[in-house]
């Protein structure tokens, strides 16, 4: 097996200019069509394998929450005196290394620096070296090979994607460089979980699912089962929890499925936000899937550290504190302006609630909704949620459609609603808030 390992050891640091410039010259796509984890596990063997140095991984998929039970389960972990490591995506930065974290903060030049350099190497020699496949695999590629995303593996030719280079950067400073080492690496998928480059991890401690509904149905499938299908992937022989937030039967019976065919306990949050007297001042401040999330992030900590976690502060507990773009929120020359990601209707129904609730509660006389969305998001089912905020008692809305994402993806303004439109109620979710 060829390892770019000892190189690593007297490569220089490469600096901030060199890394971007060397990132964003690679490709977002292949352009082959052929999905599968083979990249990058071409890529992690000619680096020495640094996956399995890793410490305990706790993985987290979802539709929409799976950056917030990251941020409050990092907060949690660090909170009981735990350093932790997170992988996040997209990165918010053009520095690219925003995709990794340490106990809640940057991590610094140098680690990323060493590890941008020593997978440059790896790239350098990727057409050409000669590896020898591990036979048998471990149990856990065994189990990936059977739900095919595993193909070639190691002996591809398949080249990686930017984001792939970047999953394997954050995995080798995580499992080689960070001294001391982390002691949980807490990592975010980027997109469904069974084909995304971050199943490449061994077994997980904890398999986290967040809300799954539907959101890119061309990639992932048509409905929230085929699409919990997906995400169930990252469950494997060998993971030790699988903990949910409260989902639909259909894609609650998917993933007890999938975790029994693993022999992995399954634990679904659920019951009432408000059961807990601590939780009630905080439903004040934070929506109430943000609540849910958190008490997910709870179970998970409560979990790996075998108890005794103590809970969030309520200023702690308002997420637009710990991450942008979740009701992140700003006073600006006396305006309360909040920014929020929602970008499929089950996050823009949730985000309405809450605007809803803040304003009757504020007494807010007016609400301006400023409008940017991306073309393959479903702009026709969440135009329509966005009514509540028009039939609010002495409350007026006004709705500003611009093209506000830099990116050809976006969708133009003239394509975006002026005022949503009237709309049925959705249906009752089957765990509705208190």
Known sequence: TVSVLYWASSLHSMQPDEWVEFLDALPAFTGTGDFCLDPVMRLLALCGNPERSLPPVIHVTGTN????V?????????????RVATF?????????????????????DSVFGVAAAAVKAALEAYDTAEIQPEDPLPEYLQHLQKLGVIKQGVSTRQKPTQFEIITVMCIYAVGVVMDPKPDFFVVEVGLGGRLDSTNVVPPPVCCVFASIDRDHVKMLGDTPEKISLEKSGIIKPGVQHVVSYPQTEGVKGVLETAAAACGVPFHEVSGPVDADASMRLRLDRCPVHMVRNYLVAHKVAELVTLGGVGHLGVEELVIGKLMSGRFEAYDVGGHFVVFDGAHNPQAVGGLVEHVRRFVQAEGVRHVDVVLGVLSDKDISKMAPLYTP?????????????VTVPDTPRALPSSRLPSAPAPHPPPPTPAHPPP
């Open 70 to 82: 990251v941020a409050y389960t990092t907060k949690l972990l660090v909170g009981c005196g735990r």
């Open 88 to 108: 996040t995506s997209p990165h918010p930065s053009p520095l690219h290394k925003d995709n990794l974290g340490l106990n809640c903060g940057d991590v610094s």
């Open 65 to 68: 929450g799976k950056g917030s």
């Open 389 to 401: 905020l028009t039939a609010l008692p002495s409350t007026t809305a006004t709705f500003h459609p």
